[in-house]
């Protein structure tokens, strides 16, 4: 008897960034629920693609700053597809406020949305698995929330949703405490890179056992960990040039493609193994070590310079 198709349940997916999460998830198989607001006629389409793409979809109306709505969202998804393995919480409230202008309505507004919902949700979630689980001890579910960079590089700008952001990534930690091991939480930086890691954690979730997932795990630790370094301006993102050189060689030598198909954990290791050999008996300029920089070293470096203004200005520690 083969295993039910995979469902999970991508928060304000009707378009956007959201839109092409859900898609990225149907390519691989996936069955998406739609979760949607106010934008009907993009959730039909998104549905329908996603449907084109893995057999099955449905759309879900929820105002996800309302508590009941909130609560019945699960139950719903749960009764069209049968089942639910995963939620990517992508959905969010995003309104300009600043210290100047913040009121306790705009601060519960954000929170209600872009924390309280992503946590009923998890709950609920956590709540189905333990219910699969007394038929199907292995069961296991994903949650992935969707965070902001403007965490980890603060301004005082859209204050009350960087204060929503904040408190679903410490919500994100406690979860996945709370509700290991029936839950693995995923948590990181919005945007379009985010929305790949996004699609790589319920691949790994859904498809990856044993030392495969462990290493998996590291990976995608190990990617969160860059991205946190580089928008913390922690690192100058110029000194990771000539990195992905190695990368690319660990993964040919492996024996996996560059477009996807064939290849094996062994074999990457393999050639991250080898690359490392080649390093240490010849060794390259893949990375050097950083010495503090002034800002008018910055401004004067011909890199910088060469950028167009606006993204130079970008650069500059003000």
Same mark, same amino acid.
């Not at 949703?161 to 979860?175: C, N, R, V």
């Given at each position: ?8 349940? %991508? ?8 839109? =092409? ?5 149907? &390519? ?7 979760? !949607?607001?106010?934008?009907? =006629? ?13 057999? @099955? ?8 700053? @309302? ?5 019945? +969202? #699960? ?16 959905? *969010? ?11 306790? /309505? ?7 949305? @872009?924390? $309280?919902?992503?946590? #009923? ?19 296991? $579910?994903? %949650? ?16 009350? !949703? ?6 679903? =990534?410490?919500?994100?930690?406690? +979860?996945? +405490? ?7 939480? !995923? ?10 890691? /996004? ?13 495969? &997932?462990?290493?998996?795990?590291? %990976?995608?630790? $190990? ?12 690192? @100058? ?6 990195? =992905? ?23 990457? #290791? ?9 390093? %240490? ?15 008018? *070293? ?21």
């Amino acid at each position: 008897m083969s295993a039910p198709t995979r469902t999970v349940l %991508v928060t304000g997916s009707a378009k956007r960034l959201g839109r =092409e999460i859900a898609l990225a998830l149907a &390519r691989v198989g996936w069955q998406v629920a739609v979760h !949607y607001r106010d934008s009907l =006629e993009d959730a039909t389409h998104t549905s329908s693609e996603c449907t084109r793409l893995s057999g @099955n979809s449905a759309s879900f109306r929820a105002n996800l700053g @309302n508590e009941a709505a909130v609560r019945n +969202l #699960l139950p719903r998804v749960i009764a069209h597809f049968g089942h639910l393995d995963a939620l990517v919480n992508s959905a *969010s409230t995003f309104e300009h406020d600043a210290p100047a202008s913040f009121s306790f /309505a705009a601060m519960e507004k954000h929170m209600r949305s @872009n924390t $309280g919902a992503a946590i #009923l949700l998890s709950q609920a979630l956590h709540k189905h698995v333990q219910e699969r689980q007394a038929t199907d001890p292995s069961a296991r $579910g994903a %949650v992935v929330n969707l965070l902001d960079q403007k965490l980890w590089n603060q301004n005082p700008d859209f204050f009350s !949703y960087t204060l929503s952001k904040a408190a679903l =990534e410490a919500a994100g930690t406690m +979860l996945a +405490l709370a509700l290991a091991p029936q839950l693995q939480h !995923y948590g990181g930086l919005s945007g379009v890179l985010h929305a790949g890691v /996004a699609v790589a954690a319920l691949s790994l979730a859904g498809q990856a056992t044993g030392r495969r &997932r462990l290493i998996g795990d590291a %990976v995608l630790a $190990g990617l969160a960990g860059v991205v946190h370094v580089c928008s913390n301006r922690l690192a @100058n993102p110029f000194d990771l040039v000539g990195i =992905e050189i190695g990368v690319i060689a660990a993964v040919v030598l492996g024996g996996a493609r560059i477009t996807g198909g064939t290849g094996t954990v062994t074999g990457t #290791l393999l050639g991250v193994f080898l690359v490392v050999v080649g390093l %240490v008996l010849a060794p390259l300029p893949l990375t050097r070590t950083r010495t503090p920089r002034t800002v008018a *070293s910055i401004r004067n470096d011909t890199r910088v310079r060469s950028l167009r203004p606006q993204v130079a200005q970008e650069l500059v520690p003000r």
